[in-house]
């Protein structure tokens, strides 16, 4: 059975007392008012992992994720971290492709290859992004960019591979915006992706990845979106910012 998820993408935000503050308020909460088996993840800013992380300690419930890793094992590069940096410091969890950083740091699908492959590597769990921007689903060519971004990104991987990565599908136009994805529109898309796995790889293996919804995840929608079918948990923007709403999420699911 594929896992529940709900994963918290901090993104550039807090100082290091905020971060402390809220992973401390979302872990009591849990603690006393999840009962089901989520697992939750907080994937915070680079400089915040290792205390993020110590802070978390041994709970099996929460993980800690990074946001991005390089494609490249080690070297001159500055400013970048690399997948076995993350490894080092014991971090299960990566997210890759998500569409800011396609939309401001250029990245593609067959630079995210490398990096899932790399992340992989190193015994991250990829949390891989994709999802079509607004203009595209007006076209009605969502179906088509995303089938096509989970292809260019996650079909060299042999299945073993595959099954270590978790999907969210995030639809650019329902980031950040307050305009969610309806539960059905999600639904639809999530099917989209699990038969394209299922056409490539066999369908226990498609029925074994969890693919995330992302985009205006909200205490008042989550629930909905979480009941259906294909839809394992969520990658939440700006909700996993605050405790008692972050919170609310988790119990939607769990
Ligand atoms: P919001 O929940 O703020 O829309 O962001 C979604 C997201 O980008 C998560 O990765």
């Known amino acids: 059975?594929?896992?529940?998820?709900?994963?918290?993408?901090?993104?550039?935000?807090?100082?290091l007392e905020e971060a402390g503050a809220l992973a401390a308020e979302v872990m009591g909460m849990v603690a006393d008012e999840v009962k089901g088996n989520v697992r939750v993840?907080?994937?915070?800013?680079?400089?915040?992992?290792?205390?993020?992380?110590?802070?978390?300690?041994?709970?099996?419930?929460i993980a800690v994720g990074a946001q991005n890793c390089s494609e490249h094992e080690a070297g001159a590069y500055t400013g970048?971290?690399?997948?076995?940096?993350?490894r080092s410091m014991g971090i299960p969890y990566v997210i890759l492709g998500h569409s800011e950083r396609r939309q401001y740091f250029g990245e593609d699908g067959k630079l995210l290859a490398k990096k899932v492959d790399i992340a992989l590597k190193?015994?991250?769990?990829?949390?891989?992004?994709?999802?079509?921007?607004?203009?595209?689903?007006?076209?009605n060519e969502h179906e088509k960019l995303v089938k096509q971004q989970v292809e260019e990104a996650l079909f060299h991987l042999d299945s073993a591979s595959l099954e270590k990565v978790v999907i969210a599908y995030e639809p650019v136009w329902a980031i950040g915006t307050g305009k969610t994805a309806s539960a059905q529109q999600a639904q639809d898309m999530h099917a989209i992706i699990r038969r394209h796995l299922a056409s490539k790889y066999d369908k226990s293996v498609a029925d074994n990845i969890s693919i995330l919804y992302g985009g205006?995840?909200?205490?008042?929608?989550?629930?909905e979106l979480f009941a259906s079918a294909d839809v394992d948990g969520g990658l939440?923007?700006?909700?996993?910012l605050k405790s008692r709403e972050f919170t609310e999420i988790i119990k939607a699911i769990g």
């Open 80 to 86: 970048e971290v690399s997948a076995a940096m993350l």
């Open 1 to 15: 059975m594929r896992k529940k998820i709900v994963a918290g993408n901090w993104k550039m935000n807090k100082t």
């Open 41 to 61: 993840v907080f994937c915070v800013p680079f400089p915040y992992l290792l205390p993020i992380k110590n802070q978390v300690g041994n709970n099996t419930r």
């Open 122 to 139: 190193y015994g991250l769990t990829p949390i891989f992004c994709c999802g079509e921007p607004l203009d595209v689903r007006e076209k």
């Open 236 to 240: 939440v923007g700006g909700a996993s």
């Open 216 to 223: 205006s995840v909200n205490a008042a929608n989550a629930k």
